[in-house]
């Protein structure tokens, strides 16, 4: 069965660094979206893109943050300058395009873990 | 803003015993619901699902219900057995927008062999 991938499953990283995460989602899936899990909390959402663009993004995704998809595979999720708040476990996430006002199971990757120190 | 509650944080069954966890969601236009199982340090992964169509769903253990009109929706797991120990989320989403999922907190179910 497909599945999502993401590399790498561990990421540590000095404060002020920039680091990339990336996922493959399933081959024939059009949406795809980052959500985070701070240790021992929820999974929030962070964003979801569609087409190319974003289609919606969270209060937590602001000017540090930014997606990208820069070939047919892959979808990156940055983030400029690391603060030790954004260390939590990153998942990426993707969907098929059912159609206007269907629903649509989500598929979560592994996730990365990343530390900020 | 969205936002889901979920009820209770944890929860510790008998194995063989029922479990049954509640979540209420604040967004009115809601129509998708599902429930992921998180096993430790592992992905959240897709157990049943509900659309707000439908009252009731049930996957053999599992079952879904849903009530519109007071905006909840649970979680039952009949025969409980040790492997369903996990963290179980409630999730919400518009399937007219980004279908981005809301989650509540989690609950953390252990099952007593």
């Known amino acids: 069965e497909p599945e999502v991938t993401q590399t790498p499953s561990h990421q540590v990283t000095q404060m002020g660094q920039e680091v990339i995460l990336r996922c493959v989602p399933i081959s024939n899936h059009l949406y795809f979206y980052w959500y985070r899990q701070i240790l021992g909390q929820k999974v929030e959402f962070l964003v979801s893109f569609y087409n190319n663009e974003i289609s919606e993004k969270s209060e937590i995704f602001d000017d540090q943050f930014s997606v990208e998809r820069p070939d047919g595979s892959n979808f990156t999720l940055k983030i400029r300058s690391t603060k030790l708040e954004d260390s939590a476990m990153y998942f990426c996430?993707?969907?098929?395009?059912?159609?206007?006002?269907?629903?649509?199971?989500?598929?979560f990757g592994p996730g990365t873990r990343l530390t900020v120190l | 803003g969205e936002n889901v509650e979920q009820h209770p944080s944890t929860l510790s069954v008998q194995e063989g015993d029922s479990a049954v966890i509640k979540c209420t969601y604040s967004?009115?236009?809601?129509?998708?619901f599902p429930w992921y199982k998180q096993e430790l340090g592992k992905r959240p992964q897709l157990i049943i699902d509900i659309r707000s169509n439908v009252g009731e769903k049930k996957d053999q253990r599992i079952a879904v219900t849903l009530n519109k009109t007071a905006k909840h929706f649970s979680l039952h797991i009949t025969e409980t057995q040790p492997e369903d120990s996990a963290v179980y989320f409630c999730a919400a989403s518009r399937v007219d927008s980004s279908y981005k999922l809301i989650f509540g907190s989690g609950t953390r179910l252990l099952v007593r062999p």
């Open positions: 996430a993707s969907s098929e395009v059912r159609g206007r006002g269907r629903y649509n199971e989500q598929f």
């Open positions: 967004d009115s236009a809601s129509n998708y």
